[in-house]
């Protein structure tokens, strides 16, 4: 379901979900859409919702272990299946640099709680809030929270993991990419969305 909610409705839970937020410079790119999230987002997906956990309501690419429905998925699963099916590598800097695109994988004390990709120009990072829009942000820090179980927020960032445009081209999530924005701006063109 799509859902093309004001910029000055979705900052309302914007603000609520991430404090860090307000006050910083970020913006919306995508109407409200539940059928994906944050870690198809970040694997240039926007057609099905990605977990490891092992139910039909969720994709996982096969090979893969998938755990029992609502268990803690660790940092490791995620770092192999962006290595192994994106081309990710581990490594230490959430700079941008030239010729390479990021994801970082956040987590809390009990496992992966979300993911971002970094806008392929450096212009900031993307992040899908769950069901909720896509969003720009300038820092990783700007949805960080804090890492207790219990305290409903992203956790920290666990670890940075970055690919060459090179890799990201051949796996198509360059034209995925370009392909969501033009349909953002399709959006933001032909209906009456208020994005200010």
């Known amino acids: 379901m799509i859902v093309f909610r004001s910029a000055a409705e979705a900052r309302v839970d914007f603000d609520r979900a991430f404090p860090n937020l307000i006050g910083s410079n970020w913006r919306i790119t995508s109407p409200l859409d539940n059928s994906y999230q944050c870690i198809a987002w970040a694997a240039c997906r926007r057609d099905r919702v ?3 956990w092992d139910h039909p309501s969720y994709y996982w690419p096969s090979g893969y272990h998938k755990f029992p429905v609502s268990s803690p998925v660790p940092v490791t699963a995620f770092v192999e299946v962006f290595k192994q099916e994106f081309g990710y590598r ?3 800097s959430r700079d941008f640099e030239f010729g390479y695109q990021k994801v970082a994988i956040f ?3 009990l496992g992966v709680t979300h993911m971002s990709r ?3 120009f ?3 990072w993307l992040s899908k809030a769950g069901i909720m829009e896509d969003i720009v942000h300038g820092e990783l ?3 960080q929270g804090d890492i207790s179980a219990v305290a409903d927020t992203y956790g920290e960032v666990a670890q940075v993991m970055k690919r060459s445009w090179w890799a990201g081209l051949i796996r198509l999530c360059l034209f995925r990419a370009l392909w969501a924005n033009i349909t953002f701006f399709v959006y933001r063109k032909v209906i009456p969305w208020d994005l200010t």
């Open 107 to 109: 987590a809390n004390i």
């Open 90 to 92: 581990q490594c230490t």
């Open 118 to 120: 970094q806008h392929f």
């Open 122 to 124: 450096g212009r900031g």
């Open 141 to 143: 820090t700007d949805v």
């Open 50 to 52: 990605w977990w490891p």
